[in-house]
């Protein structure tokens, strides 16, 4: 029984794969986002291989997993967004990109710029600066600790 419902998530992965990832594409515009999505997607039927399984049309039942997926990470892009361009606007003193180019290396703001702006992966500022995705990440981190530490307070 495991290995047809393992077969049939197989068939599924290799004949919807693609599809969904040119659709993921087509809403966010990154590559290294829809691959995410995609990937995101197959976990999720993985889990639920018996959902899957059981759906009239599994192409459907991916799709529309896809589709949250994809409204979560449209979500998380705008939450992003409006902090990034809430610290520029700032009445109070130098505005955030001011106070940002203060505190943050030139690295650090181009990260912070390639992430919430331009709305790149971890693993494609990882390729782009040759370091693993782990380090990107735990770069991100640091970063965003320091962001929080010098704008929480005046903006929480």
Sequence with gaps: MTEEKNAFFAECYS???????????????????????TQAVFLSAFRNRDALEAAPSPVKWLTEELKGILENIRNADAARTA???ALSDSQDGPG???RCASFLSAEEYGMLRRSVLERATYAEMAEERGVTLWSCQKRMQQLMKKLQSQFAPQSL
């Design 83 to 85: 902090y990034f361009m």
């Design 15 to 37: 004949t919807y794969f693609n599809q969904l990832k040119f659709y993921a594409y087509a809403v966010l515009g990154s590559w290294g986002q829809a691959e995410e999505a």
């Design 96 to 98: 955030g990109a001011e």
